[in-house]
């Protein structure tokens, strides 16, 4: 089983539409979560760290479950530039190694 | 920009031969780890250097190496090349404070190609 698992899509939607991914982890001591994005033969960029209260930032809501060991990603009114792949990402452990765990991500393009 | 910088961009090399890239990480961070981030994949952690020391490794054989200088930028060598090493090769500067690290920047990545 991996460690960060996320649906690849590939997700279509029109422009305007809300979309979700999900992403599930098994490390049940897993530390600290994030999104980042990914553009075609780019680096990884974050998009947004994950808190168990739930975060907002702009159009992109992220959520957290910790006791069905659960990330969600939630774009409302998606644009154009929205199109990239989208990974989901874990820190396995506390302390100094910061090692980030990646999920094979989810690949979105936002159609006009 | 994030201001990691990494060289070269693209690398062309043949089975067995030996590779290093490198890594110039943003001012002021401390700490360089690299990622293996094969096609159609998400990136996989290789090591982390922290204060020129190894701080971490993943499920990577002694074939892959590094290296921190003083000035924080990084190394990361490969020796004898096997055609499943072809990707794109990622790292990633953060800082490193009161025994955690903050945000990982990463840098536009070397992309080899093993003939």
């Known amino acids: 089983r991996k460690e960060v698992e996320q649906d690849p899509g590939p997700f279509n939607v029109p422009e305007g539409a809300t979309v979700a991914f999900n992403c599930t982890y098994s490390?049940?001591?897993?530390?600290?979560f994030f999104w980042y994005r990914q553009d075609c033969r780019k680096e990884p960029k974050l998009l947004m760290s994950v808190y168990s209260s739930g975060n907002e930032d702009g159009r992109f809501t992220a959520q957290l479950n910790r006791a069905s060991q659960y990330i969600s990603l939630l774009i409302r009114d998606s644009k154009l530039s929205d199109s990239a792949t989208y990974l989901c990402v874990v820190n396995p452990r506390s302390g100094s190694a910061r090692q980030l765990t990646f999920g094979s991500g989810t690949q979105l393009t936002v159609l006009p | 920009e994030t201001g990691v910088t990494q060289s070269p961009t693209h690398l062309i090399k043949t089975r067995g031969q030996q590779v290093t890239l490198r890594c110039s990480s943003q001012?002021?961070?401390?700490?360089v780890s690299w990622y293996q981030q094969a096609l159609g994949q998400g990136p996989q952690f290789i090591f982390q250097?922290?204060?020129?020391?190894?701080?971490g490794r993943g499920n990577f054989p002694p074939r892959f190496s590094g290296l921190q200088f003083p000035n924080y930028s990084s190394e990361l060598n490969v020796n004898a090349l096997e055609l499943d090493d072809s990707a794109l090769y990622l790292c990633a500067s953060s800082s490193a404070r009161g025994g955690s690290t903050d945000t990982q920047y990463f840098g536009p990545g070397t992309r080899l190609t093993v003939l």
């Open positions: 250097y922290y204060r020129e020391e190894e701080n």
């Open positions: 490390n049940s001591a897993s530390q600290s």
């Open positions: 001012s002021g961070h401390n700490t």
